[in-house]
């Protein structure tokens, strides 16, 4: 019982990891048709942030005060990762937006000098971040130990979620990057400034993969490569959940977490990912284009 | 027209000749190890050509070609493997892992001739299954691109997980001879180098032989305007699948003339950075011809023997650096650049006569 009740909470941990990977993507390419690649290396920008953040607080800051770096490299990581998004939408992916596959490869090649620049300037061996005091041991369950930190990054992902929505569906600007996303052209004719609305929603897409990566260093040593690891799971929740609406996404996220889970518990780790493969494969028998997809007269989507 | 046509073919022809007739000859002024990276190269100008005919001519765009090489490396390893192990019938990496007795995969594998077939015949069979389960439903553009990608780590993880059947990270290797013959004797590579260039000689003349032909617009149709070839009665994902499954088939080859020259094969050869090297080397070449993704490898491979061998940092850098210049600045590779200067020096940079070209549609 207890295992099943620990398979489910890794199952929802890996979920939400995965979705607040996937959230970035599902925006970007959402809005804009753009795969972007270097999208793995931006979440490994936030973590290196942390870990910076980090070391700045271990020797300049009192250290009874230590643990409050984990909450400043949070806004931080969003803002640097955004920055990054916005140097790399300005100077490369505007001019390939009616290339999708083009814009893929362009970004690869950044990702690619992204690892490398980190490899230069903080090693090629993977970096450890302290946790945060308060984050440390777990909630105890009868006789399971469920970790803080990952009740922490699975209420980070939730809350992401909640503010993204909010966002998307509450404000101004938001219902804008919906237009745009729905008709680019009618909303272009009324008004709607989609060079604007293209440039802040990377912005933002970036900078949840600096969150993503600040939740990452919880989780266990950081390196160059950390946003390879999970990148391809999260542009298969992308795929499966489709672009429609965000709801996608979530189902996606959890439901690959979840499967991923439950088939590494009963068989191994490398049977489980090629089930999980087959299952996406199997689901896209059904739903070709996603779970939710937008709907639309244009032939070419 | 037909004058200029027909200069042009001519001049083109000899070229071709003169570089293959060069390749033959290389052993005589080549020193071994020379020759050896020459033979690599070309067994990955062979895979390159595969690739092309799906990206530059079906405008499909695979990251997974690594795992097809890969298993056709694999299967050549396995034999070679299988003859190394001599009287004990049973390859050295497994000893270590605990296997007692050869596994039931490994079995055809002591067969060259099944060896190679199957080298060539899992590739596609793998590629017709996916082919079949992507694109008729319509999964197309980065979709399927996104698709190809997983496939490749979950092969990747799949061999690496197992050990005992595979040899896990450490792949495949310290083969020793090849149907009797010392692998590593300067005939037996030289002749393998000279298979390698016919081989490559063959594969490119019978995509040549295709593309010309009526499968060939039907695929630069599939590319340029998919629903307009649908709706003039054709099933582009018949031609999409067909494709898929033949360039795997090629990259299986080429893995098998690989593994034969290299000395080994592990899953880090066939992951992801390879795999996306090999769409870097049909981009740079040129993609839509079939010379340009050939030199593109071959160039490519040999600026990264260069450089890792006296910078090894910069080769990421490099190598990211080529992705982004290629994609933005030089769509069409090396191969438009030439034929941008070939029109300047031959003052035909205004408007060819029978200007019916569509845009080419890479999307």
Redesign the interface.
């Known amino acids: 019982m207890s295992g099943t009740i620990l398979t489910l909470f890794n199952g929802l941990s890996l979920g939400s990891i995965l979705l607040l990977i996937a959230l970035g993507l599902a925006v970007t390419f959402g809005l804009m048709k753009v795969i972007n690649m270097a999208h793995g290396e931006l979440i490994m920008i936030g973590a290196y942030v942390t870990y910076v953040i980090q070391s700045l607080f271990l020797k300049y800051v009192p250290e009874s005060f230590f643990d409050l770096y984990f909450l400043l490299s949070i806004p931080i990581a969003f803002l640097i990762a955004a920055g990054f998004g916005i140097l790399l939408e300005v100077s490369l992916i505007r001019f390939l937006y009616k290339r999708p596959l083009d814009s893929l490869l362009a970004t690869y090649g950044v990702g690619l000098m992204l690892q490398q620049l980190a490899r230069s300037i903080f090693g090629a061996p993977n970096v450890g971040v302290q946790s945060p005091g308060f984050l440390n041991g777990g909630l105890t369950i009868g006789n399971l130990v469920l970790p803080y930190s990952r009740i922490f990054i699975l209420s980070l992902s939730i809350l992401c979620l909640v503010a993204i929505f909010l966002y998307f569906y509450r404000t101004a600007n938001g219902r804008r990057v919906r237009a745009v996303m729905q008709n680019r052209q009618m909303a272009e004719c009324l008004g709607v400034q989609t060079r604007r609305v293209d440039l802040g929603t990377f912005a933002i897409g970036s900078g949840f993969a600096g969150i993503a990566g600040c939740a990452l260093t919880l989780l266990g040593p950081i390196g160059p490569t950390i946003g390879t690891y999970y990148i391809i799971d999260a542009f298969m929740v992308v795929v499966v959940g489709g672009v429609g609406a965000l709801i996608g996404a979530v189902v996606g996220a959890f439901g690959i977490g979840f499967f991923n889970t439950i088939f590494e518990f009963f068989t191994s780790a490398t049977i489980g990912k090629v089930l999980v493969f087959m299952l996406i494969i199997a689901f896209l028998q059904w739903r070709p284009s996603g779970l939710v997809s937008s709907r639309s007269r244009a032939l070419d989507e | 027209m037909g004058k200029i046509m027909n200069q042009s073919i001519f001049n083109k022809k000899n070229l071709l000749l003169l570089g293959f007739i060069v390749l033959l000859i290389a052993p005589l002024f080549l020193t071994d190890f020379r020759l050896n990276l020459l033979g690599k190269y070309l067994a990955f100008a062979i895979l390159v050509i595969g690739l092309d005919l799906l990206w530059g001519y079906t405008g499909v765009?695979s990251l997974g070609h690594g795992i097809f090489f890969g298993i056709g490396a694999y299967a050549m390893g396995m034999y070679l493997k299988l003859e190394a192990a001599g009287t004990t019938k049973l390859p050295d990496f497994m000893a270590w892992s605990g296997v007692q007795e050869l596994p039931f995969i490994w079995v055809p594998f002591q067969n060259p001739i099944l060896a190679i077939i199957l080298g060539i015949f899992i590739p596609v069979m793998i590629a017709l299954l996916?082919g079949l389960?992507?694109f008729r439903?319509?999964?197309n553009?980065?979709?399927f691109?996104?698709?190809s990608?997983?496939?490749v780590?979950?092969v990747v993880?799949?061999f690496?997980?197992?050990q005992g059947l595979t040899g896990g990270t450490n792949g495949l290797t310290s083969f020793n001879t090849i149907f009797g013959f010392l692998l590593a004797s300067t005939t037996t590579q030289t002749v393998i180098y000279l298979i390698t260039a016919a081989v490559l000689a063959m594969v490119y003349f019978a995509s040549k032989v295709l593309i010309n032909g009526r499968l060939g617009q039907v695929l630069i149709g599939i590319r340029d305007g998919?629903?307009r070839l649908r709706f003039l009665g054709y099933d582009p994902a018949i031609f999409k699948t067909f494709i898929y499954a033949l360039s795997a088939g090629i990259a299986g080859l080429a893995g098998m003339l690989f593994v034969l020259q290299v000395g080994i094969i592990s899953p880090t050869m066939m992951g992801?950075i390879p795999s996306?090297e090999m769409?870097?080397w049909v981009?740079l070449g040129g993609r839509g011809t079939l010379i340009g993704p050939v030199l593109g490898a071959i160039l490519v491979n040999w600026a990264k023997t260069t450089f890792s061998e006296s910078y090894p940092?910069i080769w990421?850098?490099f190598?990211?650096?080529?992705?982004?210049i290629v994609?933005?600045f030089l769509?069409d590779g090396l191969m438009g650049l030439f034929k941008k200067f070939q029109k300047r020096w031959s003052g035909l940079h205004d408007k060819q006569p029978n200007s019916t070209r569509v845009e080419k549609n890479?999307?």
């Open positions: 765009l996916l389960l992507t439903n319509r999964i553009g980065v979709y691109t996104i698709l990608q997983a496939l780590v979950v993880t799949l690496v997980g197992q998919e629903n992801i996306i769409v870097l981009a940092d990421l850098y190598l990211g650096l080529m992705f982004v994609v933005v769509p890479y999307s």
